[in-house]
Nanobody, 124 residues
Framework: VQLQASGGGMVQAGASLRLPCAVSLSNFGRYLMGWFRQAPGKDREFVGAVRWTGLSTYYEDSVKGRFTISRDNAKKTVDLQMNSLRPEDTAVYFC??????????????????WGQGTLVTVSS
């Protein structure tokens, strides 16, 4: 397994959760790392991504100001910190790696490797 996401669980609205993703890809620093989520019956949607050095990130509008993505290239990890969670954030969350040199990758087809997903359930 090249990407392993964990940390999911059931929380109440307003709570925080941190999802770590351990990556075993060689040349980790060459991959733009993203997070996606998929709610039941819906398409997989982009959450956000962190560019190669970790100095810049970009997010889907509904999570801006609440979610933060960070990476540690030495440890080969990428984390999703989720604050002020809402019931509509309920989904399976996936970490993904893109080796396509696109600094604004956000489509699932832009990403080459995927983790298995971790379920986050937010109750009202």
């Amino acid at each position: 397994v090249q990407l392993q996401a964990s940390g999911g669980g059931m929380v109440q609205a307003g709570a925080s959760l941190r999802l770590p993703c351990a990556v075993s890809l060689s040349n980790f620093g060459r991959y733009l790392m993203g997070w996606f989520r998929q709610a039941p019956g819906k398409d997989r949607e982009f959450v956000g991504a962190v560019r190669w050095t970790g100095l810049s990130t970009y997010y889907e509008d509904s999570v801006k100001g609440r979610f933060t993505i960070s990476r540690d290239n030495a440890k080969k990890t990428v984390d999703l910190q989720m604050n002020s969670l809402r019931p509509e954030d309920t989904a399976v969350y996936f970490c993904a790696a893109s080796g396509r040199n696109d600094p604004n990758a956000r489509s699932p087809s832009d990403f080459d490797a995927w983790g298995q997903g971790t379920l986050v359930t937010v109750s009202s």
